[in-house]
């Protein structure tokens, strides 16, 4: 038989990692709806043509996406993120403005996978459309710097940029091509494939040797027009205002090419080598447009569960939370009795669990051990016979026998006095 084992860059979550997966949701849910923002789930998989907007330069359209014809005949491709979806989600259904979303979701990348790096990776985030308010972009960032903060993360670094208005990103596109080429041959050979591609992801390399050239190269803030400037500093003065830290850093672009204006990106310090981005995000204003819709301006950002989660425990906060039942029903008479009463329990909002197989009592009281319940109920043929069943609080040493038409609101009881 062949050894099935996941595809590389997947991974089987399992308990307890999974409850966190889901706690981790509902902190962010809780954080972002407080803020007005609804949840949305577009589709996994798109019309290719969705994708390619996120710019024919960027590896994640050219390299990394999972595409393919389906059975209809049509080219479609698994989402490597949801900025695109949601933006044709607004094209096609047209809602109010500003139009506040999150969500939370697989995202396919083919890319080398390695630790915080996976093809199948997990993000939460948001998009706001429809304003260009300086003080929308320092409420998305302000919302997922409180999260970190929610999740207990301590070690969360924000750079921010801007990286201007669409003419003022070509320009700078233009001049910083000039400027590389001039000094291509102090560039590594990557970068220099890079730059024939696209020159800004140039200044995104951590290889070493690129970095003298890189730290010369021209800044984009001396080249953006005035309108995009004033933008900048009234987003910087308002997250002054929320005492919000944040280092300018005039080398971040980030992978997508629709970013217009604000970028920023959270690192977690906890984290060492490749991957400390454990989230980012930016203005897109002209997104919407290249899918078809009115001028729209959209910000938002995705954070990478994965790796923020990596960071959670290299800074040991944000633990799995206990999963266990509240009872768990050990039957050494076969019948019908612990069957009816986890049914009667469950059905009272009383978690319960159980033995099966008639096992011996040593092997069920070891699994009542190990399934972490408060309570176990022990019936056996005398409690059968009385209409009783044992209550033993676990780890107590003691045990009593309560009446079984009465077993809810004793068990109730009993697991309060826990
Ligand atoms: P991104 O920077 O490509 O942005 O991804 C955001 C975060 O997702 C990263 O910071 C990282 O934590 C996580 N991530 C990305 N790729 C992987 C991977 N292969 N494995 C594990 N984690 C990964 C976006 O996706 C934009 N849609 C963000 C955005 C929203 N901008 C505006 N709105």
């Given at each position: 038989m062949p050894e099935f084992k996941t595809s590389p860059g997947t991974r089987d979550i399992l308990a307890p990692h999974s409850a966190r997966w889901r706690a981790f949701q509902d902190v962010f849910a809780n954080t972002v709806e407080a803020a007005g923002y609804t949840y949305i789930i577009p589709p996994m998989f798109e019309d290719l043509d969705v994708f390619l907007r996120l710019g024919e330069a960027t590896e994640v359209v050219t390299k990394e996406m999972y595409d393919f014809h389906d059975k209809g005949g049509r080219h479609v491709a698994l989402r490597p993120e949801q900025t695109a979806s949601v933006c044709r989600a607004f094209v096609e259904h047209r809602p109010t403005t500003p139009w506040k979303v999150w969500y939370a979701g697989p995202n396919f990348r083919y890319e080398k996978p390695q630790q915080g790096r996976y093809r199948q990776f997990d993000q939460v985030g948001v998009e706001a459309l429809g304003a260009d308010d300086p003080l929308l972009d320092a409420e998305v960032i302000a919302l997922a710097s409180k999260f970190y903060s929610d999740l207990g993360l301590r070690k969360v670094h924000l750079s921010v940029n801007t990286l201007g208005d669409a003419g003022d990103r070509e320009r700078y596109s233009q001049q910083l091509l000039a400027y590389f080429m001039a000094n291509e041959k102090d560039l590594t050979a990557e970068s220099r494939s890079t730059l024939a591609r696209n020159p800004l992801r140039v200044l995104d390399s951590k290889r070493e040797p690129d970095q003298i050239v890189i730290a010369g190269?021209?800044?984009?803030?001396?080249?953006?027009?005035?309108?995009?400037?004033?933008?900048?500093?009234?987003?910087?003065?308002?997250?002054?205002?929320?005492?919000?830290?944040?280092?300018?850093?005039?080398?971040?672009?980030?992978?997508?090419?629709?970013?217009?204006?604000?970028?920023?990106?959270?690192?977690?310090?906890?984290?060492?080598?490749?991957?400390?981005?454990?989230?980012?995000?930016?203005?897109?204003?002209?997104?919407?447009?290249?899918?078809?819709?009115?001028?729209?301006?959209?910000?938002?950002?995705?954070?990478?569960?994965?790796?923020?989660?990596?960071?959670?425990?290299?800074?040991?906060?944000?633990?799995?939370?206990?999963?266990?039942?509240?009872?768990?029903?050990?039957?050494?008479?076969?019948?019908?009795?612990?069957?009816?009463?986890?049914?009667?329990?469950?059905?009272?909002?009383?978690?319960?669990?159980?033995?099966?197989?008639?096992?011996?009592?040593?092997?069920?009281?070891?699994?009542?051990?190990?399934?972490?319940?408060?309570i176990a109920l022990i019936i056996g043929s005398e409690e059968v016979e009385s209409s009783t069943i044992m209550l033993r609080p676990m780890g107590s040493g003691e045990q009593y026998s309560i009446a079984r038409e009465k077993c809810v609101g004793e068990i109730r009881k009993a697991l309060e006095n826990k």
């Open positions: 190269a021209p800044a984009i803030r001396d080249s953006i027009s005035t309108t995009a400037a004033q933008h900048f500093d009234a987003v910087l003065q308002a997250l002054d205002a929320l005492n919000i830290a944040y280092e300018l850093n005039n080398r971040l672009v980030r992978g997508l090419d629709y970013y217009r204006r604000t970028t920023f990106e959270f690192t977690s310090t906890a984290l060492e080598a490749a991957h400390t981005a454990i989230g980012g995000g930016g203005r897109y204003d002209g997104l919407v447009e290249a899918l078809g819709g009115p001028a729209t301006p959209g910000i938002g950002f995705a954070l990478g569960l994965d790796r923020t989660l990596l960071a959670c425990d290299a800074e040991n906060v944000f633990n799995s939370p206990e999963t266990s039942v509240d009872v768990f029903v050990v039957d050494t008479v076969g019948g019908l009795q612990a069957h009816e009463i986890c049914h009667l329990l469950r059905n009272n909002g009383v978690s319960a669990d159980r033995a099966y197989d008639s096992r011996s009592m040593k092997a069920q009281m070891k699994s009542a051990d190990r399934s972490g319940a408060k």
